[in-house]
């Protein structure tokens, strides 16, 4: 898969509810296992991915399992608004 970044997102498991570090894998920007919080600005690099630009962007990813109750969901993005992350949410399709 080589490398990624991590989101780190302080919240309950959709399925246990137990608040936990979510951590979410992705592709963009600077792709050297950054781990980022929301609202925190991408970093660059020689090992870039995507485009910056001032509209949103909505990237999909990999959330690693809840450490309690195994869950992961397989339909989700992260969204970027002007080089930074600025929400997480569903899929729908």
Request: proline content about 3%; hydrophobic content about 35%.
């Amino acid at each position: 898969m080589g490398a990624v970044n991590i989101l780190n997102v302080i919240a309950p498991c959709p399925q246990c509810e137990n608040v936990i570090n979510r951590r979410f894998q992705f592709k963009y920007s600077e792709c050297g296992q950054h781990e980022y919080q929301l609202t925190d600005q991408f970093k660059r690099g020689g090992n870039q991915r995507g485009n910056f630009h001032g509209g949103l962007v909505v990237i999909d990813f990999c959330q690693e399992e809840c450490p309690i109750c195994d869950f992961g969901e397989e339909l989700a993005v992260i969204y970027v608004q002007a080089g930074r992350l600025v929400g997480v949410g569903n899929n729908e399709g």
